[in-house]
């Protein structure tokens, strides 16, 4: 029996499409990749310099249902004439390209700048030039820090969601002084989120921009030493994993007192795939991901992920699970912090129906079990090596 036609929420069939996807060998890139080319007929083009992290896509048997409809280009945006052609080919182009972990932002700010903002122009231009749709990855760092943080530790209002819920259409974008340069990262987006919007209104470019809340899960960043760099500072699951899988205390930066709000990469790539299918109700609008109901402060964070660990690889925890670091001594001179983050869904629900599913204990539990099947016998070769004498 031929399976049903795919529909929209509108209820109108789904047209298989051409993707122009930038990025596509990084974190998110990898999962939406997999998830094209589990649950839909549309093909990719995925750029990027990487090939790793979908590599079990590109190099699967023939036999694989997708093998015609994913091809790699290896190639580096800033600097390659082919990028016009690849999104003339497309419907829709995809940009995920960017420098985007916070060791990067005060140590390498002009790289952060330039990948954030210059390098995206010409996608951009492009996009607008050819009358191609455009998703474009942003992030929640654009909301800077929260008008809460401005008040006195104990001030009642400090507890009213009006001075901390980030809101797409209301919030103000609160950044820290120019010496403070962790905020280049979230200006650069800031700015190419401005040109997208003024392309939309002065030239009729469709659009839509996403802005990620702390999408975690298996395949993200790297490991030090093992798949990374060893001197690498990645982003926090990776950086606390990398303290699990080694036995050594997770380290909290500024006493990890920071709050977050992580969502799983699975449910957000559904979000991501409504999106795409539904341009309708996507157009001209810019997206918070996220998900409200998982906020912990950074702390609570490692004391999850060290008793998750434990369950899920046998081992008990250490005695002293954790070790307080100060920012300047972790990412150097210039770095600063989010104070919270907790997204508004209003425009997601209304726009597109879509709800994070899965929770913190769950999330953590299933991506660290990925994270110790695939790497403790790695670091375990690595931490028996007798050192050189
Ligand atoms: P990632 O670093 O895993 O992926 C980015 C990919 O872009 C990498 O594979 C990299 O090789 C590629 N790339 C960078 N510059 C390139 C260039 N010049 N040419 C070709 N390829 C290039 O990061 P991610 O977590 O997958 O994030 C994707 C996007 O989402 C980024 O724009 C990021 O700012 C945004 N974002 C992500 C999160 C999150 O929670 N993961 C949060 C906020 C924002
Ligand atoms: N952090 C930490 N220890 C680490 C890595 C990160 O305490 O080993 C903190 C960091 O200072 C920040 C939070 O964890 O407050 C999240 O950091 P991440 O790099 O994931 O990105 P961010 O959410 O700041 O963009």
């Not at 951009?124 to 820090?145: A, D, M, P």
């Not at 969601?161 to 650069?188: H, M, N, T, V």
Request: aromatic share 8%; with cysteine.
């Amino acid at each position: 029996m031929a399976s049903p036609a795919r529909v929209d929420l509108d209820g109108n069939p789904i047209r298989p499409i051409t993707i122009c996807m930038i990025g596509a060998g990084g974190f998110i890139g990898s999962h939406l990749c997999e998830k094209l080319m589990a649950e839909t007929p549309h093909k990719v083009l995925a750029v990027d310099v990487y090939s790793d992290k979908i590599k079990h896509l590109l190099e699967g048997p023939a036999s694989l249902p997708w093998t015609d409809r994913i091809h790699f280009h290896r190639l580096n945006i800033k600097n390659d004439s082919r990028l016009e052609g690849l999104i003339k080919m497309s419907d829709l182009t995809i940009n995920l390209a960017a420098i985007c972990t916070p060791a990067d932002y005060n140590t390498r700010p002009l790289d952060t700048i330039y990948s954030n903002f210059i390098d995206a122009l010409p996608v951009v231009k492009y996009c607008s030039e050819n009358n191609k749709r455009l998703i474009h990855f942003s992030t929640c760092e654009v909301y800077g820090k929260t008008i809460g943080s401005f008040l006195p530790t104990d001030h009642p209002m400090r507890q009213d969601p009006a001075y901390f819920i980030l809101k797409e259409d209301a919030s103000p974008c609160i950044f820290g002084p120019i010496e403070k340069q962790r905020w280049s990262y979230a200006c650069a987006k800031q700015l190419i989120e401005r040109l997208v919007y003024a392309e939309g209104a002065e030239n009729g470019l469709e659009f839509t921009i996403v802005r990620p809340f702390n999408w975690i899960g298996p395949r993200m960043d790297f490991i030090p030493g093992i798949d990374g760099p060893s001197e690498g500072v990645p982003r926090v699951l990776a950086c606390f994993s990398n303290n699990l899988l080694r036995h050594e205390p997770l380290k909290l930066v500024d006493g990890g007192q920071s709050q977050r709000t992580f969502v799983y990469i699975k449910d957000a790539i559904e979000a991501v795939l409504l999106m795409i299918e539904n341009p309708a109700r996507a157009n001209g609008h810019i997206f918070n991901v996220g998900n409200p109901n998982n906020e912990v402060t950074v702390r609570q964070l490692a004391e999850m992920m060290t008793e998750v660990y434990s369950k899920v690889s046998g081992e008990p925890p250490l005695e002293a699970p954790t070790v307080d670091v100060s920012s300047k001594e972790f990412y150097g001179e210039g770095y600063d912090d989010s104070d919270k983050r907790i997204p508004d869904m209003t425009i997601i629900n209304r726009q597109l129906g879509w709800n994070p599913k899965t929770s913190l204990w769950d999330l953590l539990e299933s991506t660290l079990t990925y994270q110790h099947r695939t790497y403790a016998e790695a670091i375990k070769q690595v931490t028996s090596k007798p050192l050189a004498s």
